[in-house]
């Protein structure tokens, strides 16, 4: 297999793979918004909670890092960078609107505080965009 065949083939995964991601996150989005069954559950043993959450955190920071690591040696450059900048750009995002939704002088007001199905839905679909933008424009402009 040629390298230029190698590589459009992890281009077409990866196409329909954060594409459908995408498209998951914009109709989780819009369809957890008509949820009406809501309720704010405050956490039992909040220090308990913090310190798994924390734990959890660097665990899984230092496995992810690793397996992208293993991710890099066996794919393309290009679409490691790909999938990479348009990570940046979902969590640029993702932070972004969630501070402008949480908000009382922007949205909280009028939309309420997103769920936490609502914030990964969030993040799976600016990941699919930020995928594609620089898909279609490329990495170095």
């Known amino acids: 297999m040629t390298v230029a065949t190698k590589r459009d083939r992890q281009m077409l995964k990866a196409d329909i793979s954060f594409g459908l991601m995408?498209?998951?996150?914009?109709?989780?989005?819009?369809?957890?918004?008509?949820?009406?069954?809501?309720?704010?559950?405050?956490?039992?043993?909040?220090?308990?909670?913090?310190?798994?959450?924390?734990?959890?955190?660097?665990?899984?920071?230092?496995?992810?890092?690793?397996?992208?690591?293993?991710?890099?040696?066996?794919?393309?450059?290009?679409?490691?960078?790909?999938?990479?900048?348009g990570a940046v750009v979902s969590v640029v995002t993702t932070l972004f609107v969630t501070l402008a939704w949480t908000s009382d002088f922007l949205l909280s007001r009028w939309l309420g505080d997103p769920t936490s199905a609502q914030i990964i839905a969030l993040l799976m679909a600016s990941w699919s965009i930020g995928f594609f933008t620089y898909r279609i424009r490329g990495v170095g402009e």
Do not use: C
């Open 22 to 85: 995408g498209a998951f996150g914009i109709f989780g989005l819009a369809l957890d918004s008509f949820d009406a069954t809501r309720e704010a559950i405050a956490p039992p043993q909040p220090w308990l909670t913090a310190a798994v959450v924390v734990a959890l955190a660097v665990l899984i920071g230092f496995i992810v890092t690793k397996v992208a690591s293993i991710d890099r040696q066996h794919s393309e450059e290009y679409t490691f960078q790909i999938m990479a900048n």
